[in-house]
């Protein structure tokens, strides 16, 4: 199995002004949008049943976890609630690619990942409801804090791959990012890094699409999967709706990352069905229509078709998932109304390892500040 | 009757098309300002009206949006640029500092660089990380670069204007908090400077200053204080760089008593500088010295502990009461 | 004998080759420090004993080398970034105020940052544009960095094993134009703590505050004060952040008066925030406000003018008769 | 004529990691490093006799207001100074491919282009001894002011270009880059930007090998050209020595740019065979016998070789370019050491266009205590 992108001679792209660019080849698909299942040249992947059942019922619960999320937030228990709708295969299908002692560098989207880290999604909840930035161990994880500060994070999992590197680890990281990330100079500079020491990192891009409401075309006028070819390492597009493809093709730029053989970019070509999060509104900038057409690409039906068909799963099995989901959403939502607010002090006690007299001294100034209250009211 | 009701979004909108309308050379530029009509709808309608070539969705980069500014500038327009969020602008810092700001002085004034940076800053949204920094300081340290913050639609209005009529680069700050505050706007009235503070209520106790987002919070104080039988005299600065501080000066020495008000970290912050200048100036009329109320020196918190980072009513009029106790 | 004369380039040298041989984790990463040595030659030899996976030789891209020591700090090492010039942190600016400043607070203290971030700066050494800026205020006013300056071989030699052996991420801020001057430096010494002021010169007229580079051209100042009877008590602020103000306010108690000195912009400078403490805390003792020597409130000039634009012994010596005046 | 890279599946980059990518294409070369004229099948030049002795004449003048100023330098009346050495002939192709509407953006070494926009050298080294930053008009001679800051001046390119492009005017931009500018966020932002928005630039990227010390390979395991595919436009492959090449190239990349075809990146290939600036020691990161080497490849000897050989220029074209060039130097040399010191009040009086009130009071403290001292010494 080789990560690699062929490259030929086509007609330009239209508009590119490029008389001579690569081909874009078709998706690295393995389940057609209608559940069957397809083979690949360069990618074969065997799961046994239970591993087939089991990253549906990933699918579902995470997807399951959004919805609860997004309700949450309309209650007024979240800040705010950027969804992975219609992402779920990407998410998971990275996610069930890496190996424990692999690490993860999320943006702030990346739920389904997180899920597959075993991150408590009222880890993931505490941030977007604003107690805390992110309330799981990213150490005991492998899956770092989220990012949002668009493009940090791909350095970050390089650096951290030149550290794997150092280490003598067998290990590899992978890096997500989203389209719109890949026009920010940090994520550039990380590639290039990542090239020029051939660091253990796996670039995983979902291109849902859309940055907010700035539509692919204003980002690159080619393909995405086919940056990685300037900077000297291979590129590959990946249906992001499809979990068993993206599971293959990421294992595959994995292995090859702890095999010595450096970074691969991942193009997951994929469509964010909801809102960019809670805060925004895509009837301003997208069709309907476009999403009725995504819709039947839809990442979690494609995998029950096949379950169902192939006689892997039946509804006995769905039926369980589905309960299995109820609770979760139960759990959630319980958890998150009664997770407590912090402590005022928490401002100040972790900006550094080691605290500074100066901050010792204004966080006593505003204990005793917030004090005076409780002294007045008394 | 040219007096309508407008919020500050609105305001900033409307004064954004009135410029467009009167200069073709104006362009905006940044993400997602086109279709969606920026995240804060500043720019609602005006990628309808103006085209895609005169309000521009870019790719998501922040260096490019003021790198290719500054080249769009060279070529004699006049790019406004739009940051989505405070804490977003650091990608950008590099062309900021040492190119945007340097520019004119470089040339020796051969090339003018009348580049506006919108900023929407400040906190109390319940956002997440980056989503509430007030950066203002960081500008005002840096020679070749002008700093205005705006409070209320009338500034709104015609600050944007004159922000990007003028020749040298100014990064504009939006109380993004307050962009649905309302008052009444005479779009034909003559407006103030933009380089000039103003006082917005008078006193005679204590001098408290602000700019964009606490003005309002200081004004409260200060009905409060009123209550209290404390007469507190109130400067909106307006412009962060240069400051004007003729009638903060005048007032102080007549009050002798100062209190600076911002949400940036107070350590380096803008009541740094106005100390330093206004104990310099006052020094024989202070009867306490400045004093600083701003966010903590921590990191801008989790939303659940913003009301408790920022300056508040209640925090302001402490440092009244600490300052008269002197 | 374990006392030995040594620049301040050198004094760097041999403490990151001592820090390196006690601690396999520390790695140098930067722009040609490697065969190079760098452009000042103070990682030199270093790549030859410790190899290039430990001195690392970086591709041309500062945002890159800070964020990549992030991950590499997150995976339990402890780099070391030399920044060519001062004028090329910028394009770092993101990762150091989003990332390095943040992550340890990000985390609720799971992840450290122990990062120190090798900056030569200051001017005065007829170089062309963006080489000799005095950046530190940027970063006095981040929360989650400190921020150090050395002045002499011995703080040379002893901070930079501090500063890396620390938990926290630290600007470390070198004097370039000073890297060669000499001095004693007894390398089994104890030295003082990295966090602390310094008084290095008693006196009792006025207390003189700097750092870095211009710690020298003040003592020279008071040099000449003594010469015409007046008594300069000077101290070496060490550490920009946290700042350490009580030896100072000890001092200006004492003295009564204040004159702060630094390279940088005078407007939001460091001598801003010092002359708000300052007054705040010695209100009462001060004859007269704290004054401010600093650079002109202009881009960084030609060097032909940095003579000119630079504080020199005349300027500290005016500042300080003003300052008697009051 | 087209501005295009065959692309086609070769054997991996050793040490890449990457099994398909594509070839290195043979450098574009019209003349011979002996000075032979060869064709090239996608570039074509044709040039008459004058026109190819000015080439000279170029490559000479430029390489001579070099070799004094760093004599100059030497003798301490520059600061420091950035030599073009083996450059010329990338510079002198460049500059000479550009029209008169058109713009340059230059790094801090390209005199050569300063040359051929009719900068006056005089203004250039007035930077260098520090008098100001870049004494010329960059409006009147179409020719930036010098960027120090690695890169940042690609995205000012393309934001004129994107001007250019909204008057309608039918010009082009050029962008000067070194090879150690290419790992720049900022730079390949600027690529970015000029794909999707077709801006009117050209990348002129010198790939002299080294950035100060750091060789071409900690940059990027592939040819620097081939970053451009990555972005969706063309990149090509220039002999940075052979000053017909440069010319042909650059100038089908502005033609194009000017058709409306977008942006064009090219890679000179030459060799900084001086220091990187006269403060550097290369001897300490480079083996003498690669300057050997180089040597043989010189941008000049080439031309006059093929000058004398073809009987298009005799002996006394020669001794008279020679002769220019002396007096060129003495001019320079005259220039500089007369040149006057910039008066205090410099530093205050650009910084805005509409000064402030408060740098104005700073300017008359200045002014008033710089005045003490004539007093006092009265
Ligand atoms: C540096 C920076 N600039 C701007 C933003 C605001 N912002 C948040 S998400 C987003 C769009 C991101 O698009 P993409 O990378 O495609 O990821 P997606 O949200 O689609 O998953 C923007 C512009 C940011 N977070 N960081
Ligand atoms: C942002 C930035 N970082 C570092 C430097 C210091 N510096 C000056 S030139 C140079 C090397 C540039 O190499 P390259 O781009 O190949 O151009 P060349 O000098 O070879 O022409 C460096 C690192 C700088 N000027 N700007
Ligand atoms: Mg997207
Ligand atoms: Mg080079």
Same mark, same amino acid.
């Given at each position: 199995?080789?990560?690699?992108?062929?490259?030929?001679?086509?007609?330009?792209?239209?508009?590119?002004?490029?008389?001579?660019?690569?081909?874009?080849?078709?998706?690295?698909?393995?389940?057609?949008?209608?559940?069957?299942?397809?083979?690949?040249?360069?990618?074969?992947?065997?799961?046994?049943?239970?591993?087939?059942?089991?990253?549906?019922?990933?699918?579902?619960?995470?997807?399951?976890?959004?919805?609860?999320?997004?309700?949450?937030?309309?209650?007024?228990?979240?800040?705010?609630?950027?969804?992975?709708?219609?992402?779920?295969?990407?998410?998971?299908?990275?996610?069930?690619?890496?190996?424990?002692?692999?690490?993860?560098?999320?943006?702030?989207?990346?739920?389904?990942?997180?899920?597959?880290?075993?991150?408590?999604?009222?880890?993931?909840?505490?941030?977007?409801?604003?107690?805390?930035?992110?309330?799981?161990?990213?150490?005991?994880?492998?899956?770092?804090?989220?990012?949002?500060?668009?493009?940090?994070?791909?350095?970050?999992?390089?650096?951290?791959?030149?550290?794997?590197?150092?280490?003598?680890?067998?290990?590899?990281?992978?890096?997500?990012?989203?389209?719109?990330?890949?026009?920010?100079?940090?994520?550039?500079?990380?590639?290039?890094? @990542? /090239?020029? =020491?051939?660091? $253990?990192? %796996?670039?995983?891009?979902? #291109?849902?699409?859309? *940055?907010?409401?700035?539509?692919?075309?204003?980002?690159?006028?080619?393909?995405?999967?086919?940056? @990685? /070819?300037? =900077?000297?390492? $291979?590129? %590959?597009?990946?249906?992001? #709706?499809?979990?068993? *493809?993206?599971?293959?093709?990421?294992?595959?730029?994995?292995?090859?990352?702890?095999?010595?053989?450096?970074?691969? =970019?991942?193009?997951?070509?994929?469509?964010?069905?909801?809102?960019?999060?809670?805060?925004?509104?895509?009837?301003?900038?997208?069709?309907?229509?476009?999403?009725?057409?995504?819709?039947?690409?839809?990442?979690?039906?494609?995998?029950?078709?096949?379950?169902?068909?192939?006689?892997?799963?039946?509804?006995?099995?769905?039926?369980?998932?589905?309960?299995?989901?109820?609770?979760?959403?139960?759990?959630?939502?319980?958890?998150?109304?009664?997770?407590?607010?912090?402590?005022?002090?928490?401002?100040?006690?972790?900006?550094?390892?080691?605290?500074?007299?100066?901050?010792?001294?204004?966080?006593?100034?505003?204990?005793?500040?917030?004090?005076?209250?409780?002294?007045?009211?008394? | 009757?040219?007096?309508?009701?407008?919020?500050?979004?609105?305001?900033?909108?409307?004064?954004?098309?009135?410029?467009?309308?009167?200069?073709?050379?104006?362009?905006?530029?940044?993400?997602?300002?086109?279709?969606?009509?920026?995240?804060f709808r500043i720019t609602d309608g005006l990628q309808k009206d103006f085209g895609e070539d005169?309000?521009?969705?870019?790719?998501?980069?922040?260096?490019?949006?003021?790198?290719?500014?500054?080249?769009?500038?060279?070529?004699?327009?006049?790019?406004?640029?739009?940051?989505?969020?405070?804490?977003?602008?650091?990608?950008?810092?590099?062309?900021?500092?040492?190119?945007?700001?340097?520019?004119?002085?470089?040339?020796?004034?051969?090339?003018?660089?009348?580049?506006?940076?919108?900023?929407?800053?400040?906190?109390?949204?319940?956002?997440?990380?980056?989503?509430?920094?007030?950066?203002?300081?960081?500008?005002?340290?840096?020679?070749?670069?002008?700093?205005?913050?705006?409070?209320?639609?009338?500034?709104?209005?015609?600050?944007?204007?004159?922000?990007?009529?003028?020749?040298?680069?100014?990064?504009?700050?939006?109380?993004?908090?307050?962009?649905?505050?309302?008052?009444?706007?005479?779009?034909?009235?003559?407006?103030?400077?933009?380089?000039?503070?103003?006082?917005?209520?008078?006193?005679?106790?204590?001098t408290v200053l602000a700019y964009g987002p606490m003005v309002k919070t200081v004004l409260q104080?200060?009905?409060?204080?009123?209550?209290?039988?404390?007469?507190?005299e109130v400067v909106d600065l307006r412009t962060l760089s240069p400051l004007d501080l003729d009638?903060?000066?005048?007032?102080?020495?007549?009050?002798?008593?100062?209190?600076?008000?911002?949400?940036?970290?107070?350590?380096?912050?803008?009541?740094?500088?106005?100390?330093?200048?206004?104990?310099?100036?006052?020094?024989?009329?202070?009867?306490?010295?400045?004093?600083?109320?701003?966010?903590?020196?921590?990191?801008?918190?989790?939303?659940?502990?913003?009301?408790?980072?920022?300056?508040?009513?209640?925090?302001?009029?402490?440092?009244?009461?600490?300052?008269?106790?002197?």
């Amino acid at each position: 199995m080789s990560v690699s992108s062929a490259t030929e001679v086509v007609d330009p792209v239209p508009g590119a002004g490029a008389p001579h660019l690569p081909r874009q080849p078709d998706l690295v698909q393995l389940l057609t949008p209608e559940g069957e299942r397809v083979e690949h040249p360069d990618y074969a992947i065997d799961l046994d049943d239970q591993q087939l059942r089991e990253l549906y019922r990933d699918l579902v619960l995470v997807r399951r976890w959004d919805v609860e999320a997004t309700a949450l937030q309309r209650q007024g228990e979240l800040g705010i609630w950027a969804s992975l709708l219609g992402q779920e295969a990407a998410q998971v299908g990275a996610g069930r690619a890496l190996q424990p002692g692999d690490t993860a560098f999320p943006t702030y989207r990346e739920h389904g990942v997180a899920w597959t880290r075993g991150v408590d999604p009222l880890h993931v909840i505490s941030l977007f409801r604003g107690v805390d930035n992110g309330g799981w161990d990213p150490v005991a994880t492998g899956f770092n804090l989220y990012t949002v500060v668009i493009g940090a994070q791909c350095l970050h999992a390089t650096g951290y791959a030149m550290g794997v590197q150092r280490d003598g680890s067998e290990t590899a990281v992978l890096a997500f990012l989203g389209d719109g990330a890949t026009s920010q100079g940090e994520v550039n500079e990380a590639m290039i890094w @990542a /090239a020029s =020491f051939s660091a $253990p990192v %796996v670039f995983f891009c979902q #291109n849902n699409q859309y *940055a907010i409401s700035v539509p692919l075309e204003r980002q690159s006028r080619v393909p995405l999967y086919q940056r @990685a /070819a300037g =900077f000297g390492f $291979p590129g %590959v597009r990946v249906d992001g #709706n499809d979990v068993l *493809a993206v599971l293959a093709v990421t294992r595959a730029a994995l292995v090859a990352a702890r095999d010595g053989q450096g970074p691969t =970019f991942i193009e997951a070509f994929t469509y964010r069905m909801g809102a960019h999060t809670t805060s925004d509104d895509p009837t301003r900038y997208r069709l309907a229509s476009e999403l009725e057409e995504w819709k039947l690409r839809d990442p979690i039906a494609r995998v029950k078709a096949y379950l169902s068909r192939s006689g892997t799963a039946d509804q006995d099995f769905f039926d369980a998932v589905e309960a299995e989901a109820d609770e979760l959403a139960v759990r959630i939502r319980r958890g998150t109304t009664e997770m407590p607010d912090p402590p005022g002090t928490a401002m100040f006690d972790q900006v550094y390892a080691e605290q500074t007299p100066h901050l010792a001294a204004q966080q006593a100034q505003f204990e005793a500040y917030q004090a005076s209250f409780g002294e007045a009211s008394e | 009757m040219s007096t309508q009701t407008l919020t500050i979004g609105k305001a900033l909108n409307l004064g954004l098309r009135r410029v467009m309308e009167d200069d073709a050379k104006v362009m905006l530029m940044g993400e997602d300002i086109g279709r969606l009509g920026g995240v804060f709808r500043i720019t609602d309608g005006l990628q309808k009206d103006f085209g895609e070539d005169r309000v521009v969705d870019t790719p998501l980069a922040e260096a490019g949006i003021l790198g290719t500014a500054v080249g769009l500038a060279m070529r004699g327009y006049r790019p406004v640029c739009e940051i989505q969020f405070d804490g977003f602008v650091f990608p950008a810092y590099n062309q900021i500092v040492t190119q945007v700001a340097k520019i004119h002085a470089r040339s020796r004034g051969k090339l003018a660089m009348p580049i506006v940076i919108r900023i929407p800053f400040g906190g109390g949204i319940g956002a997440v990380e980056h989503h509430s920094e007030s950066p203002e300081a960081y500008f005002g340290h840096t020679p070749g670069l002008k700093v205005v913050a705006v409070s209320n639609p009338v500034d709104a209005y015609w600050g944007i204007q004159q922000a990007i009529a003028h020749p040298d680069p100014i990064v504009f700050l939006e109380p993004k908090r307050r962009y649905w505050d309302k008052a009444e706007v005479d779009t034909a009235a003559t407006p103030d400077p933009l380089f000039a503070s103003r006082v917005v209520r008078g006193g005679d106790d204590v001098t408290v200053l602000a700019y964009g987002p606490m003005v309002k919070t200081v004004l409260q104080a200060a009905e409060a204080a009123a209550e209290e039988g404390r007469s507190l005299e109130v400067v909106d600065l307006r412009t962060l760089s240069p400051l004007d501080l003729d009638p903060v000066v005048e007032s102080v020495r007549r009050t002798g008593r100062c209190v600076m008000v911002h949400e940036a970290p107070v350590t380096l912050g803008l009541g740094a500088e106005i100390a330093a200048r206004i104990t310099e100036e006052c020094f024989h009329s202070l009867e306490a010295p400045v004093l600083r109320v701003g966010g903590y020196d921590t990191p801008y918190p989790p939303s659940k502990l913003e009301e408790e980072y920022l300056p508040d009513l209640d925090r302001v009029l402490d440092a009244v009461d600490r300052s008269l106790e002197y």
